[in-house]
């Protein structure tokens, strides 16, 4: 079961501005804890100049999600930013679509390791795009996190 701050937190992700923008919806699913689903309808406000979705919108559905489960399981005593990403289109996307974003446990546990062994951390994760109709890839994106131990003596 969420907690009251996670299901606050899901609100405000959904509530966010460019995410109201462009139509996109983030799910937190009750039985996966490290797991996030988001959808990205098409609509008129959202579609580019050829009637498909636009490429930014695809991107920002995309963007935070990996750090936000991340962080969800390292907790407050570790830094996490979004390093680098990439996108790459496949094919239009002529309709709703949907990306989960799922880092397991495991590897949560490694990152937890290496950072308070105060390696150097960049985990890279990849999500697929994809169309709700048929389940064809349309965008996938790959996103290089950098995370590390806080310094106590900086708090």
């Not at 699913?29 to 979705?53: E, S």
């Not at 002529?94 to 495991?106: I, L, N, S, Y």
Request: charged share 25%; hydrophobic share 45%.
């Amino acid at each position: 079961m969420a907690t009251l701050r996670q299901r606050l937190m899901i609100r405000l992700v959904n509530l966010y501005p460019p995410y109201l923008g462009a139509g996109v919806r983030a799910s937190y699913p009750k039985d996966d804890p490290y797991r996030i689903v988001v959808r990205l309808g098409l609509h008129w406000w959202n579609k580019n100049l050829f009637g498909t979705q636009f490429g930014g919108s695809l991107y920002a559905m995309c963007d935070p999600h990996f750090v936000f489960i991340v962080m969800r399981h390292l907790g407050p005593g570790y830094l996490v930013w979004d390093k680098a990403a990439a996108i790459d289109f496949l094919k239009p996307g002529r309709g709703a679509v949907k990306a989960t974003f799922h880092v397991p446990p495991e590897k949560i546990d490694e990152i937890r390791a290496a950072a308070d062994r105060g390696e150097k951390v960049e985990p890279v994760f990849t999500t697929e795009v994809v169309a709700e109709a048929d389940g064809e890839v349309v965008a996938r994106v790959t996103k290089r996190l950098w995370v590390r131990k806080k310094d106590p003596s900086r708090t």
